[in-house]
């Protein structure tokens, strides 16, 4: 079992940037590929950005490329997902997730992972 605990949420202005983080607990964080995904009000869950278990893979989703930072530090087993020059319509729950699988890219459909956080709250004013 490995929990999962989102932070860094808030409210930015346009423009601005926030990092989220999510720490994991549980078994050996190091065998986990982790997604970040995002739902806003009334919309199904979105696939955001992932990276593989050693860290050598990342992936991303069109509208945040080039804006959003995906990194592990499986040392201190916690993610992170560096976001600038965020827009309105990121505003959104975000959820970390957790998948014990290797390969490459790392999975970006809901279903491939495992374990969920409980989300923590983006709100981007424009």
């Known amino acids: 079992q490995v929990q999962l605990v989102e932070s860094g949420g808030g409210l930015v202005q346009a423009g601005g940037s926030l990092r989220l983080s999510c720490a994991a607990s549980?078994?050996?964080?190091?065998?986990?590929?982790m997604g970040w995904f995002r739902q806003a009000p009334g919309k199904e869950r979105e696939f955001v950005a992932a990276?593989?278990?050693?860290?050598?893979?990342?992936d991303y989703a069109d509208s945040v490329k080039g804006r959003f930072t995906i990194s592990k530090d499986n040392s201190k087993n916690t993610v992170y997902l560096q976001m600038n020059s965020l827009k309105p319509e990121d505003t959104a729950v975000y959820y970390c997730?957790?998948?014990?699988?290797?390969?490459?890219?790392?999975?970006?459909?809901?279903?491939?992972?495992?374990?969920w956080g409980q989300g923590t709250q983006v709100t981007v004013a424009s």
């Open positions: 990276i593989s278990r050693s860290s050598g893979s990342t």
């Open positions: 997730a957790a998948a014990d699988r290797g390969g490459y890219p790392p999975p970006r459909l809901p279903w491939e992972y495992d374990y």
């Open positions: 549980g078994r050996t964080f190091s065998r986990y590929a």
